[in-house]
């Protein structure tokens, strides 16, 4: 079946600093991919479209200067968080798929 | 504005039983919904579709109902399982097949199943 990766599956990094965050699609190659947010308790929330060769579609309300989104190839994107701040912690999950959609498992941010 | 919900939190059944989670939404211009089962600090897998041409989908032990005209759509396990035991998120979309699938969430039903 299709295999989605994420890079790394927690991080914790000090308040102002960058973190990346990779999606790699395993055995498939995807045009698309999205990027997802998990507070506790909360639905997951759309933040981005990526869209590989093509700059990422924001969801309102998403800043895309704080969030920097590659997809360079079909089979990586990356969701970098600039300046991250203690209220960016959160569980950030990507799906891969031009289609059916084919879940990460996830990465734990935690800014201090 | 939440588009999808999922009014319920959390339901616990007992084995055996019929676990019923439900789903509600406003948008009249999703086509296509899915449940998403989920455990702690990994992705959502993907349980069960179903199209707005349809009415129901079966699946082994999982069923989904959807009534469109009251915007409703319920996932019935039967016989429920203690590995069913998760957060169970329904999402829909409005791009059924097409090349932008976004999906919009619920915010989940934490499932307990009792052994």
């Known amino acids: 079946g299709a295999v989605v990766s994420q890079h790394p599956s927690w991080v914790i990094c000090k308040s102002g600093t960058s973190v990346k965050i990779e999606c790699r699609s395993l055995?498939?190659?995807?045009?698309?991919m999205f990027w997802y947010r998990q507070f506790p308790k909360q639905s997951l929330m759309l933040m981005a479209t990526?869209?590989?060769?093509?700059?990422?579609?924001?969801e309102q309300g998403v800043e895309k200067d704080k969030f920097l989104i590659n997809h360079a190839s079909l089979t990586l994107s990356t969701l970098t968080v600039t300046s991250a701040h203690p209220e960016d912690s959160s569980f950030y999950i990507c799906?891969?798929?031009?289609?059916?959609?084919?879940f990460g498992p996830g990465t734990r941010l935690t800014v201090l | 504005d939440q588009q999808v919900k999922q009014n319920s939190p959390s339901l616990s059944v007992q084995e055996g039983r019929i676990s019923i989670l439900n789903c509600d939404y406003t948008?009249?211009?999703?086509?296509?919904f899915l449940w998403y089962k989920k455990y702690p600090a990994e992705g959502p897998t993907f349980l069960i579709s179903?199209?707005?041409?349809?009415d129901k989908n079966e699946d082994g032990r999982f069923t989904v109902f959807l009534n469109k005209s009251a915007k409703h759509l319920s996932l019935h396990i039967v016989p429920s399982q203690p590995g069913d035991s998760a957060v169970y998120f329904c999402?829909?979309?409005?791009?059924?097949?097409?090349?932008?699938?976004?999906?919009?969430f619920g915010k989940g039903t934490l499932l307990t199943v009792n052994p």
């Open positions: 799906s891969a798929g031009d289609g059916e959609q084919f």
């Open positions: 055995d498939f190659q995807a045009t698309t």
């Open positions: 990526s869209n590989e060769g093509s700059k990422a579609t924001y």
């Open positions: 948008n009249s211009m999703f086509d296509y």
């Open positions: 179903i199209s707005s041409i349809k």
């Open positions: 999402a829909a979309s409005g791009s059924s097949g097409g090349s932008n699938y976004k999906l919009t």
